[in-house]
């Protein structure tokens, strides 16, 4: 019985540091933020509001607004392109199609199509905010607006 109960605290201990975990999910998870979602002609990934927040402090993608019509914004936002007609502005993208390209709306649900746009387009590397600017709020983050 003390042998079993010691085995159990060696467990729990070595899964508390992250000692016991497959090698694949730990790397997985410290390296590449959100959830892949398959599509077809590829796939992206929806990130969280903490994980695209934790990705700006060194932003090194382009970050779109989907959302029309403007209903805010998200800070370091570098292009606004209506979800529907996002395929139509590939010279406002990048050119290489494996760029880092985060796309967000208000729901998450125009950054879903335009997401699945880009992948049939060709991208490879594209994410959008799951839940969009109404979860980046729910999280303590903050929206910036312009005054149109």
């Known amino acids: 019985?003390?042998?079993?109960?010691?085995?159990l605290i060696l467990t729990v201990v070595l899964v508390a540091a992250g000692l016991l975990l497959p090698t694949s999910s730990v790397t997985a998870s410290k390296t590449i933020p959100?959830?892949?979602i398959s599509v077809p002609g590829g796939s992206y990934r929806a990130v969280a509001p903490r994980e695209l927040a934790?990705?700006?402090?060194h932003?090194?993608?382009?970050?779109?607004?989907?959302?029309?019509?403007?209903?805010g914004e998200l800070p370091h936002t570098d292009r606004f392109l209506p979800f529907d007609?996002?395929?139509q502005h590939l010279s406002s993208l990048p050119a290489n199609k494996h760029a880092f390209i985060v796309l967000y709306c208000r729901?998450?649900?125009m950054s879903d199509i335009a997401a699945r746009t880009l992948v049939l387009l060709g991208f490879t590397n594209v994410w959008h905010l799951a839940g969009g600017m109404d979860a980046w709020e729910q999280q303590g983050f903050k929206l910036l607006y312009r005054s149109h």
Do not use: D
């Not at 019985?1 to 085995?7: E, F, T």
């Not at 090194?60 to 403007?70: A, D, E, I, K």
């Open 1 to 7: 019985m003390k042998r079993i109960n010691a085995l």
């Open 54 to 57: 934790a990705l700006l402090v």
């Open 34 to 36: 959100g959830t892949k």
């Open 107 to 109: 729901s998450g649900r």
């Open 59 to 71: 932003k090194n993608f382009v970050l779109v607004n989907v959302h029309y019509p403007y209903a």
């Open 85 to 87: 007609t996002i395929g």
